[in-house]
């Protein structure tokens, strides 16, 4: 086995942790900032956290521009980040300036939410519109503050591609959700071969 502690160091090539909680959803966030900017986002520490109310969060590592836009607003949305909008996706995460629309920088159309004033990506097959329910900052075990912020939001409403539902159920394998693995440009996507059915024992 090999052992080592985070703070020495993990002594590989490349970090592990992240291959091992892998592959893991990417939050595509859109927001904007207070006077309207838009902003477009994925993050890779990013997963769904109850049922009722749905609520969704997302890690960020530094204070980014989403953190502050959703602190301002109290808004923002997730969008599926899948498989054909992989090259969008990544050109999203470029790192540019705060008056940077990454809509635009990535060609992306911006669409309408019912729910929230900010907007979702056109092109994404599933989105989420959220108001934010909790920004939490981390701490280590020892109580310090770390640079990284929590961000939770209440889903308060979901657009379906209706492609993406059959017979009632939604699609998973059809959205071909994009998630990120531990390497540098490590991606990967689902197939009907991977698929197994295992239901909760009784």
Known sequence: MHFYKPKDGHGL?????????????????????SDGTLNLAPYSFFNAFNYVPPIIGFSSVGRKDSVANIEATGEFVWNLASEALAEQMNLSCSAVGPEV?????????????????????????????????QLVQLKDSRGSD??????????VGVHIDQRLIIDGIFDTVGAKPLTRGGGPGDYFTISEAARFDMRRPQ
């Open 146 to 155: 770390i640079e990284s912020w929590l961000v939770l939001g209440e889903v």
């Open 101 to 133: 629309d990454e809509f635009a920088l990535a060609g992306l159309a911006p669409a309408a939410s019912h729910e929230v004033a900010v907007p979702r990506v056109a092109e994404a097959q599933v989105a989420f519109e959220c108001r934010l329910s």
């Open 13 to 33: 090539a490349h970090d592990p942790f992240n291959a091992i909680i892998a592959p893991r959803p990417i939050g595509w966030i859109s927001s904007h900032s």
